[in-house]
RNA sequence: GCCGAUGUAGCUCAGAUGGCUAGAGCGGGCGUUUCAUACGCGCUAGGUCAGUGGUUCGAUUCCACUCAUCGGCACCA
């Protein structure tokens, strides 16, 4: 049987663990749970990246060492894994001996190929990105344009992989495995990126410590995304010769199946970066990436102003982890972005669980004990009994392939598929007025036996979600909970392996319903309440969905959340001001009223408007400036703006921009700085 | 601007290699059973399958264009 090996992100310590992540981790248990049951050998990786100038910041600030402080973080991901019941094999830290040591041996065989040099490296470098920014993509105010942050301008003598020369092997890669990425439509992107060109990748930094010392050049630290992306062979001890590190040779080798459940933002890193450095080094790619998508909350965007950045915790105490997981591994159709709706969740539960899968086994049961509470003896089964036996065959087939492609939400309805027909079964069959007569006992026999192992096959098919309703319903079952084995396929393809005889044991409720009582306690202590939202949530959230869809990049992320530091980034902006300056640099500032002369759209330019303005010179000033999204060029003509006057002179676009139109952005828009008509065009604005 | 995708019932989405009455789930409405967690089952949505044009005996399904939405890249002093 084929190894399968699965991991989801390793996430960056900067967040606690929030739903975002909850998703990611469960997509990926559920995977391995599934892979177990059907008796593969089956690893299961998650972990923490904990490197990176940001990590080595944010421990200063706390007046704490990285070390101490990224220690700290590992215990809150710890007991939610534990909560959801993640049954991952191992935790990797990206701060532990071995994966140091691992990385250091990757190096060391990219180096051999020849794909790392060392050169002059200067550009302007984000903190909160961990990555340098090209001049041309910050926004005004030299901010990063993911974090609205300034950035900082950082030589250094860097080392870097030649990315560029994998562009054609990736692109051969790419064509020769057609389910390389998932969902299509990413892989389709991944490819344009690559057909566009691969420039090399800067792969360490002399300017901070705290990451992974290059070999024999300690002062060097390397790239956070080579760090962080060799987690996924560091965990299994590789990369290594043949013999030396068993998991490795098992789970990495050429018949593993590996797949890399990943957040849609980090993909490139995943499906470009990733995949050069193994080919460089000689070692085999995954076999596959998932990007799943984001989730939204009640229709909204996380985040912390909006106070809704869930943690998993409250809603495993409110319903139980198998029930969370359920609920988004069924609601999002995976690779999509999704919502997290509390009211929909508890829709989901009582109906789908409670008074589909619960009331089903319950509504059979009581029948059993005109057999002695025993399981009864049947012939072959037709008819009716049959036609279910051979539907549940077929969708166990069918759910087995949907997982089998990662196509858990299909999986999912399929189990719901099962439900519904077995709860119409018992309604055709009418087991209650059998039951009148000793006539129909054996009928009622059959109906029950089919009934019964119609939840038999539920039980397995569920418990990759939900392990441990799964066994609840087996224990009312009479039989004993699923002990995967490797080699041993436990999924359920032959209908009637019920054993006769079996004492089934009645109980509670295995999905006890929410009433309306309870649920509007539940969604009372449990909804974060938006301000000044009031009246119908129903709308409210129609529209919040709209504008979260339109969020800049990098400010929603939420499954992905748990991506390796660059990919977070709803963090740094929120705590984190700007950085003080002197007097003295303020005064260089030559900020003055300027009055827009002319005004146009910058042709194939979608944010661009090319301005004169009347700064009070001899000659009006050619600006150009990214508001074209904001201002029509009608809307700009005759506007007094604040223009700073002495910024360098740049071309965009092929226009020279003398200057810069100052503005605000604020959550509806962007706000031009303006003065009144009273101002004459140069007036010094300070 | 370039590239790609999407646009189907109130909501979320399936689907048709072109052909009689276009589907599912949820919600809403109506009916019905009584075993069960007041659960289940049946019926019910008058949908121009975004718009326009084309190919065709015939298109919602193929092609072109348009519009809208989304994503990637570019771009954003």
Redesign the pocket.
């Given at each position: 049987m084929k190894p399968f090996y699965v991991t989801t992100p390793i996430y960056y310590v900067n967040d606690k663990p929030h739903i975002g992540h909850a998703y990611s981790t469960a997509a990926a248990d559920m995977l391995a749970r599934y892979h177990r049951l059907r008796g593969q050998p089956t690893r299961f990786l998650t972990g923490l990246d904990e490197h990176g100038l940001k990590i080595e910041r944010r421990a200063q600030e706390l007046g704490q060492e990285p070390q101490a402080f990224v220690d700290s973080m590992v215990p809150p991901f710890e007991e939610a894994w534990q909560q959801l019941d993640i049954t991952h094999d191992d935790f990797i830290r990206t701060t532990s001996a071995r994966h140091k040591e691992a990385v250091q041996r990757l190096w060391k065989m990219l180096e051999a190929k020849g794909d790392i040099y060392l050169a002059d490296y200067e550009d302007?470098y984000c903190v909160g990105c961990e990555s340098f920014?090209?001049?041309?993509?910050?926004?005004?105010?030299?901010?990063c344009?993911d974090h609205k942050k300034p950035?900082e301008k950082i030589k250094e003598q860097s080392y870097f992989f030649r990315l560029s020369a994998y562009a054609e092997p990736l692109l051969r890669y790419f064509d020769a495995h057609p389910d390389f990425v998932k969902p299509e439509?990413?892989f389709?992107?991944?490819k344009?990126?690559v057909r566009?060109g691969l420039r090399d990748l800067s792969v360490s930094r002399s300017s901070f410590s705290w990451g992974i010392p290059v070999p024999e050049q300690p002062e060097h630290v390397m790239y956070v995304w080579l760090d962080a992306l060799t987690n996924y062979i560091s965990a299994l001890g590789g990369p290594a010769e043949p013999g030396v590190a068993p998991l490795y040779d098992q789970f990495w080798g050429e018949d593993a199946n590996v797949i890399h459940i990943v957040g849609?933002?980090i993909l490139?890193f995943h499906t470009i970066y990733w995949p050069a450095f193994l080919m460089s080094a000689g070692i085999r790619l995954p076999s596959q990436v998932w990007a799943h998508g984001w989730l939204t909350v009640n229709g909204e965007k996380m985040s912390k102003g909006l106070g809704n950045f869930l943690p998993p915790a409250p809603l495993v105490e409110a319903f139980g982890a198998d029930v969370l997981r359920y609920y988004f591994l069924r609601e999002v159709?995976f690779g999509?972005?999704?919502d997290f709706n509390h009211k929909?969740l508890i829709?989901?539960y009582?109906?789908?669980?409670?008074?589909?899968?619960?009331?089903?086994?319950?509504?059979?049961?009581?029948?059993l004990k005109k057999f002695d509470g025993k399981v009864p003896d049947v012939g072959p089964l037709e008819g009716a009994d049959a036609a279910l036996a051979s539907l549940a065959e077929g969708l166990a087939a069918q759910v087995r392939d949907n997982l089998d492609a990662v196509q858990l939400n299909r999986a999912l309805d399929a189990i719901?598929e099962l439900?519904?027909a077995a709860?119409?079964y018992?309604?055709?069959e009418?087991?209650?007025?059998l039951?009148k007569s000793d006539e129909t006992l054996g009928r009622l026999a059959q109906v029950a036996y089919v009934t019964l192992e119609c939840v038999r096959f539920l039980s397995v098919m569920l418990a990759p979600v939900m392990p441990n309703k799964a066994n609840e319903l087996r224990a009312q079952l009479g039989l004993g909970a699923l002990e995967p084995q490797v080699g041993v396929d436990a999924w359920p393809s032959r209908f009637g392996e019920l054993p006769a005889g079996t004492a089934v044991v009645a109980g509670k409720?295995?999905?006890?319903?929410i009433?309306a009582k309870q649920e509007e306690a539940l969604l009372a202590r449990l909804v974060p309440v938006p301000e000044g939202v009031e009246g119908d949530a129903e709308k409210s959230s129609?529209a919040d969905?709209?504008s979260a869809?339109?969020?800049p990049?990098g400010q929603a992320d939420s499954g992905g959340a748990g991506a390796p530091s660059g990919a977070d980034a709803a963090e740094g902006g929120v705590t984190d001001g700007p950085t003080t300056i002197e007097f003295d640099d303020f005064a260089k500032v030559d900020l003055r009223v300027g009055l827009v002369l002319t005004a146009e759209k910058?042709?194939?330019?979608?944010?661009?408007l090319r301005l004169e303005v009347d700064l009070g010179e001899p000659a009006p000033r050619q600006?150009?400036?990214?508001?074209a999204e904001h201002f029509t060029p009608e809307q700009m003509v005759g506007r007094r703006v604040v223009v700073?006057a002495n910024?360098?002179?740049?071309?965009?676009?092929g226009l020279v921009?003398q200057?810069?139109?100052l503005a605000t952005n604020t959550p509806t828009g962007l706000q031009l700085l303006a003065a009144s008509d009273d101002v004459p065009p140069g007036t010094p604005a300070k």
């Open positions: 302007w920014k090209t001049e041309k993509e910050l926004l005004p105010g030299n901010l344009p950035v439509g990413r389709n992107e991944v344009s990126f566009a849609k933002d490139r159709s999509q972005d999704g929909n829709a989901r009582n109906n789908e669980l409670g008074n589909g899968l619960g009331n089903l086994l319950n509504r059979i049961l009581p029948f719901k439900i519904d709860n119409k018992v309604n055709d009418e087991p209650w007025n039951s409720p295995v999905f006890p319903k009433d129609g969905k709209k869809k339109k969020a990049k910058v042709p194939k330019k979608d944010r661009l600006i150009v400036a990214g508001i700073v910024l360098a002179p740049r071309k965009l676009a921009s200057g810069m139109v």
